[in-house]
């Protein structure tokens, strides 16, 4: 089972625990870029961000460094940017393929509400099985993430073949 974990990150938490949930899983690793950068203040991010996400807008992505269609299995990370999953993951998706072979999604956010941004993205995941909504290191309960991950880690792996 070839499996590669997608991710979007702009302060580093999906990152994070992108990082750690790969090794759990022994999957490989490959983080989406947008070609234009965001800015670099939080209340332009959230301002452009914010934006993009209302207005649907789906943005242009750096090459990706993996082929994705070499792998038997993807699991997507992404922050909630306004309730949903970043414009970056949302281009991501338009390749179909790709989106088919979702079978976990987990979010970070900053204050823990997720719904939303799942029933927004659930649609466009037919395989998708297993889900985890993690926070934001700056929320007090951060420190439930490492739990919930391996919780998350045991689901995926419990479906092998
Ligand atoms: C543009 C923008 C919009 C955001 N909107 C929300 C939101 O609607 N709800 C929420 O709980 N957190 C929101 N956040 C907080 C992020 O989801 C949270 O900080 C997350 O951990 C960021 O992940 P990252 O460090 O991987 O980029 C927003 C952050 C940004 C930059």
């Known amino acids: 089972m070839k499996r590669l974990l997608?991710?979007?990150?702009?302060?580093?938490?999906?990152?994070d625990a992108a990082r750690k949930?790969?090794?759990k899983l022994g999957a490989e690793l490959l983080k989406l870029?947008?070609?234009k950068p965001m800015p670099k203040r939080f209340a332009a991010q959230?301002?452009?961000?914010?934006g993009q996400v209302l207005l649907g807008r789906v943005p242009k992505l750096k090459p990706l460094t993996k082929e994705v269609g070499a792998y038997d299995e993807l699991i997507l990370g992404s922050p909630i940017w306004n309730g949903k999953a970043v414009p970056a993951v949302n281009a991501f998706l338009q390749n179909t393929?790709?989106?088919a072979k979702v079978t976990a999604l987990f979010f970070l956010s900053?204050?823990?509400?997720?719904?939303?941004?799942?029933?927004?993205?659930?649609?466009?995941?037919?395989?998708l099985k297993h889900t985890a909504s993690l926070l934001d290191r700056k929320h007090k309960n951060s420190g439930e993430n490492d739990a919930k991950l391996a919780q998350f880690a045991a689901a995926i792996l419990k479906d092998l073949p």
């Open 6 to 15: 997608v991710y979007y990150s702009l302060s580093g938490n999906t990152e």
């Open 21 to 23: 949930l790969a090794e």
């Open 33 to 35: 870029e947008t070609v």
């Open 46 to 50: 959230l301002f452009v961000g914010g």
């Open 97 to 99: 393929d790709a989106a």
């Open 110 to 127: 900053g204050g823990g509400e997720t719904q939303k941004g799942l029933d927004a993205i659930a649609g466009l995941l037919p395989n």
